[in-house]
């Protein structure tokens, strides 16, 4: 149980190119889902939270027209990333907390999307 | 200081070992606790998911945590190459985001 989804898993692009970057939960619904950055050997970076039916909440120093986070069910966010530039490669993780129950309930994570700008 | 240090290793060490993990914490409000494991190019995985105090089994993993010395551990029994990752531990309090530590690297040497 509590599987999520994340697609494409490898993206190459070229510089200026858009890209949205899927998450799913498949077995479960998910009020909350929270996007991540991870670069090379280090730890997770939260980048945004997303609610199901209103605006993300984004970390302090990521810009919100930058990566564009819908969250438009309870099973689905997206997270675009806009004229993306080579400084945006990364590995991008989606996470999401099952619906009901204590909101301390653990993140479930995706395989996560290995982002090349060339 | 940061909330949560994880020392990033890397830790090897030979198969069948017993190997320990370990997290401190400032936070005295910290209350869940979890250690999640991540193969290279994958997502987090959830492997343990404690609340307070105290230790929780779970086949060959054992999580304990001692909110006296704000300290948190998980012990790998037997070891094996396909424990090889990189271990994060994280934790929370009611209403606030989820802190994770910087990851341990593991190796399990055959």
């Known amino acids: 149980g509590a599987v999520v989804s994340q697609h494409p898993s490898r993206v190459i692009c070229k510089s200026g190119t858009s890209v949205k970057i899927e998450c799913r939960s498949l077995?479960?619904?998910?009020?909350?889902m929270f996007w991540y950055r991870q670069f090379p050997k280090q730890s997770l970076m939260l980048m945004a939270t997303?609610?199901?039916?209103?605006?993300?909440?984004?970390e302090q120093g990521v810009e919100k027209d930058k990566f564009l986070i819908n969250h438009a069910s309870l099973t689905l966010s997206t997270l675009t990333v806009t004229s993306a530039h080579p400084e945006d490669s990364s590995f991008y993780i989606c996470?999401?907390?099952?619906?009901?129950?204590?909101?301390?309930?653990?993140?479930?994570f995706g395989d996560g999307t290995r982002l090349s700008i060339l | 200081q940061k909330e949560v240090e994880q020392d990033p290793g890397p830790l090897s060490v030979p198969e069948g070992a017993i190997v320990s993990l370990n997290c401190t914490y400032s936070?005295?409000?910290?209350?869940?606790f979890m250690w999640y494991r991540q193969y290279s190019r994958k997502g987090p995985e959830l492997l343990m998911y404690?609340?307070?105090?105290g230790n929780k089994e779970d086949g060959r993993f054992t999580a304990q945590v001692d909110k006296s010395s704000k300290y948190i551990s998980l012990f790998i029994r037997d070891s094996q190459p396909s424990d090889s990752a990189t271990y994060l531990c994280a934790m929370s309090v009611t209403g606030f985001k989820t802190i994770f530590g910087a990851g341990t690297r593991l190796f399990v040497k055959a």
């Open positions: 997303s609610n199901e039916g209103s605006k993300a909440t984004y």
């Open positions: 936070n005295s409000a910290f209350q869940y």
């Open positions: 404690t609340y307070s105090s």
């Open positions: 996470s999401a907390r099952p619906r009901g129950g204590s909101s301390n309930q653990p993140q479930h």
């Open positions: 077995d479960f619904q998910a009020t909350t």
